[in-house]
């Protein structure tokens, strides 16, 4: 579909992944720098268009947003021209009003951690004082950051923000006590941010704890400082409530009509059919007003309907903060349509699929010669581990002998762990299976057993479900082959078949089976008993027709060499030295049709492939004991706090991660949780209520799971609360120690938790580097006021060691974010994440739980910290390198598409992570921009550009296709 352009700003827009911004200036809209790109002002308003997916099926985002100080005539502008845009990109998008200070987390995820908000606007000639201004701000949110300037006074502070000093030599880090630690580290990533883009990396960083201590505590080290600012240290209270301060509630949705600009309220309960595609609608329930937008609204509607919902707003004393979302007919969201009891959504895919994995790849119609499938394998666990598989039988599992490992009967139920080496680390991969036909106590049963040997392992191992027909690669692959046979073995299916009188269709060896081979690989490589009769047959496949006297291998037409080759393998697998009678498609003797129970017509179709979706990752809240979802939008492994349970829905498998600081006694809700969020994604996005389920602790992330993230393994290893690992991944290990209320400091150096406290106050400084002396910590006991005296013993600390900088220190080297590095960009904290990732301390290993499992979980000593301020179980060993200049050096900061056009380029042989001449001096995590750009298209089969465009994971997984990553 072409739409004539009548906005000269608009042309070409949503032609490539990414964000696009307008600033409106005269009433019109004007292209945004890149440079500027997450500065906003507050005289102004703005359109930002987000483009995802890729070319040909690009998804739309429109955000206008509206600084708290831009004057009617412009937020009237930005609004008429976001559904100009949309109008232009095929009336698809979603759009959403953005207002200073209560955006949506979605609108922020583009610009992590933090949106900046500017003073001024462009009428008023943008102020561009070159005098720096000392400012003071709050900082708001736990996964993206609401940052606010609020008035450089004392009486602006209180205890329940955390608030940002930026002065010209020093920023400032100010904890309100009623703060969490979430929104801490949250909050470091933002003092790292202005510290990078502001000053150049070259001013000091403190961090200020309240802690409500007296003035004595508060007047010494930084906190003497940070008060002096103010004019000295006074007491503080609560935060004053405002307008701004209101949560919209949930609500019982109600929909209203906008006709004639005019607002009717609609009656009856909530349905699709409700909806008029000529009409538009108000939808509110809360938190949110959803504008509905019917296909066939005429364009003068479509554009009044913005302003009519500003009014309803307004004349229901709707909180501001409530946001609005206008929708598309068609387009809807999964959020929108949660409102609706009977909103018609995708068919979930049937539990149990009689054809096995979908082809990936197909042969031309007719072809007689099967040529090898290449096909992209997934993470798969590494090969060469140790398989156990136990049967259900009873009220008890039976191991499997050797020999049948790999075999499994519908009408049964299996558990099996394969355990594995990675990184010299034991790790386990433990499923329960569960067959079709099998009965609800066996399947009770099997998910019972598997969670008290997940606690035998000491709550370490992947955990999965797995239903018959939604087996994923991962599971496959560890069996060599895959066979589901018909039937059962157990008691309790025996007794359920002799109950019903029905047959019992047990597999024998020696009996008459029809038996479906549809793998092609190592992750799909699976075979399938099928109803034996001659409409089972299909020429994309290969079969094994088995009578009492004979066994026949039948190759379809359009059969692949792999799954020839697999059809072989099975037969031996059941019939051990049985010998084989061929029989090709159109060439079968009578006595293969006689196997098969007489010829007769079947179907010669492809099965085709599944529609790759892109993964979201959501947080579980419990609500008033109900139960919510929230998506976080743009995500990556930082988004992992350790206090939270999260979802990661890749459509084929769900994922349910859970973080070390977890209450032990919620943990064990895990599979209830991911089973909830399953039911509600089956009723509104069409998942199959029978896809994989897996329970990921934190610390046992598997290659299926990480593949999805830009994974740094350096971060999965540190231990503690989010704020803790954040200010070890940032500054080093060690945390705040305390004792009666007085530090304690060593002659020869601080205690080990003083001095790593100096490490977090210091670790910016641009030329000193302090040493750390390694001691044993004593319990905390007040946990209150610990932070204060630590940071008073700082100051004493910092005066003792502190004279000047080592001589054989050299000056770090730090490097300017880039402001037009946009969304995509490499994070901000990369250099120090990298020279802290040495020194991070080894996960301490975790007591063993009791097995019942009935019990609840035992507690960890690594998950009981939940303060930064709490002590360590363990005593870190001082870092020998902490001097050496690699540490103290960032690495260069390269746009993501590439490094510069004047870099070198290499061979694809040597730019190889297993290269046997390899490359030295380069970013090993971005081999792929060495290779020239003919070398690129001829290893990727598409240029750069095309390659850029697709997300991240996407991105990664080509990469490790290549041996690039």
Not at 159 to 178: A, C, M, P, V, Y
Not at 248 to 258: G, H, N, W
Not at 462 to 467: D, K
Request: net charge negative; with cysteine; aromatic share 10%.
């Amino acid at each position: 579909m072409s739409t004539k352009v009548s906005e000269p700003a608009f042309q070409g827009v949503g032609q490539k992944v990414g964000i696009e911004i307008w600033r409106i200036e005269n009433l019109q809209p004007v292209p945004l720098p890149n440079s500027d790109y997450g500065r906003f002002y507050s005289g102004d308003s703005y359109i930002v268009l987000k483009t995802a997916g890729k070319a040909g099926a690009y998804r739309y985002d429109i955000h206008f947003w509206l600084g708290k100080d831009t004057s009617q005539d412009e937020a009237g502008t930005a609004s008429m021209k976001a559904v100009e845009l949309d109008v232009i990109l095929g009336s698809r998008a979603v759009q959403y009003r953005e207002l200073q200070s209560h955006e949506s987390n979605r609108f922020l995820s583009y610009f992590k951690p933090c949106l900046m908000p500017l003073e001024g606007g462009f009428s008023s000639g943008l102020k561009t004082d070159e005098n720096f201004e000392t400012r003071l701000y709050t900082c708001e949110g736990k996964r993206v950051a609401r940052l606010k300037q609020v008035p450089f006074t004392q009486s602006s502070l209180n205890h329940d923000e955390i608030f940002i000093l930026d002065t010209k030599d020093k920023i400032f880090q100010f904890n309100g006590t009623n703060t969490n630690n979430q929104e801490r580290s949250k909050a470091l990533e933002v003092v790292q941010l202005l510290k990078d883009k502001y000053h150049d990396g070259k001013c000091n960083v403190a961090i200020v704890d309240d802690g409500k201590q007296d003035e004595k505590q508060q007047s010494e080290g930084h906190s003497g400082e940070f008060w002096a600012l103010f004019g000295g240290f006074a007491s503080i209270g609560k935060k004053s409530a405002s307008e701004d301060d209101i949560i919209p509630e949930k609500t019982a949705a109600k929909l209203y009509c906008i006709a004639g600009g005019q607002i009717q309220d609609v009656v009856g309960e909530l349905s699709k059919s409700l909806l008029h595609n000529d009409k538009c609608y108000i939808l509110y329930c809360g938190t949110h007003v959803f504008i509905w937008v019917g296909r066939a609204t005429r364009l003068e509607d479509k554009k009044a309907a913005v302003q009519t919902a500003e009014e309803f707003i307004v004349n229901h004393n709707i909180p501001k903060s409530t946001l609005v979302t206008r929708i598309m007919q068609g387009h809807e969201t999964s959020l929108f349509k949660s409102n609706f009891g009977s909103w018609t959504s995708a068919s979930a895919a049937a539990p149990f699929e009689g054809a096995l994995l979908k082809q990936q790849a197909g042969l031309i119609k007719g072809q007689t010669k099967p040529s090898p499938v290449e096909e992209e394998v997934p993470p798969l666990l590494p090969v060469n581990g140790e398989l156990e598989v136990w049967h259900i039988d009873g009220e008890s599992k039976t191991p499997v002998p050797k020999e049948d490992i790999g075999k499994f009967y519908s009408g049964d139920c299996y558990i099996c762990l394969y355990s594995y080496d990675v990184n010299d680390k034991k790790d386990h991969y433990l499923c329960c299976w569960i067959g079709k036909d099998s009965i609800q106590e066996d399947q009770t049963l099997a998910s019972q057993l598997t969670t008290s040997m997940f606690k035998s392992l000491k709550n370490k191992p992947v955990q999965g479900r797995v239903y018959q027909g939604k087996e994923p690669p991962q599971f496959i692959a560890i069996f060599q082959p895959m066979i589901v046979l018909k039937g059962g073995l157990s008691s309790g299916y025996k007794s359920y078949v002799a109950d019903k009188g029905s047959k019992d269709e047990t597999y024998s060896p020696d009996a008459s089976a029809l038996i479906e081979i549809s793998g092609t690989a190592i992750h799909n490589n699976k075979a399938l008993q099928v109803d034996v009769a001659a409409t089972s047959l299909n020429s994309y496949g290969c079969f094994i027709a088995q009578s009492s006297s004979a066994v026949f291998t039948w190759y379809g037409n359009q059969s692949t060499v792999e799954q020839q080759q697999l059809t072989g393998k099975v037969v031996e697998f059941l019939k051990p030295g049985a010998p084989i009678k061929l029989a090709r498609e159109g060439k079968e003797s009578l006595a293969f049709w006689l196997a098969v129970g007489g010829k007769q017509s079947y179907d010669s179709k492809k099965l085709t492939q599944e529609v790759v979706r892109e993964p979201r990752l959501f947080e579980m809240l419990s609500n008033k004991g109900k139960f919510e979802i929230e998506e976080i939008y743009n995500f990556e492994q930082d988004d992992l706090l350790a206090e939270d349970f999260m979802i990661l829905d890749t459509h084929a498998e769900v994922i349910v991660w859970v973080g070390q600081s977890v209450d032990p006694k919620e943990k064990q809700n895990a599979f209830e949780i991911g089973q909830k969020y399953i039911e509600l994604a089956a009723s509104l996005d069409g998942l199959s209520p029978y896809v994989p389920l897996y329970r990921v602790p934190e610390g046992s992330e598997p290659c299926f799971f990480t593949t999805y993230f830009s994974w740094d393994p350096s971060k999965a290893t540190v231990q503690g609360n989010s704020f803790k690992k954040k200010a070890i991944l940032l500054f080093g290990p060690g945390v705040i120690e305390k004792h009666d209320n007085k530090p304690e400091v060593n002659r020869g150096g601080a205690t080990q938790r003083a001095s790593a406290m100096a490490a977090l106050t210091s670790a910016f400084k641009s030329s000193t580097v302090t040493k750390t002396t390694t001691v044993s910590a004593p319990r905390i006991f007040n946990r209150a006021s610990q932070r204060a005296a630590a940071v008073a013993a700082l100051s004493n600390v910092l005066t003792a060691e502190r004279k000047g900088p080592l001589p054989d220190s050299p000056p770090s080297r730090h490097l300017k974010k880039n402001p037009s590095s946009g969304p995509n960009s490499p994070g901000t904290n990369s250099g120090i994440v990298d020279q802290a990732a040495a020194a991070a301390p080894a996960p301490a290993p975790a007591p063993a739980p009791d097995p019942s499992p009935v019990k609840s979980e035992e507690p960890s000593s690594a998950i009981e910290n939940n303060e930064v301020s709490e002590a360590a179980n363990e005593t870190s060993e001082p870092n020998p390198e902490t001097n050496k200049e690699e540490s103290s050096v960032k690495e260069p900061e390269e746009d993501e598409k590439g490094c510069e056009d004047t870099q070198s380029t290499y061979t694809y042989d040597q730019l190889k992570a297993k290269s046997t001449n390899p490359v030295t001096g380069i970013d090993f995590k971005k081999r792929e921009t060495y290779l020239s750009d003919e070398d690129f298209e001829d290893v990727f089969k598409m240029t750069k550009e095309k390659f850029y465009e697709l997300p991240r994971w996407k991105q990664d997984h080509i990469k490790k296709k290549f041996d690039l990553f």
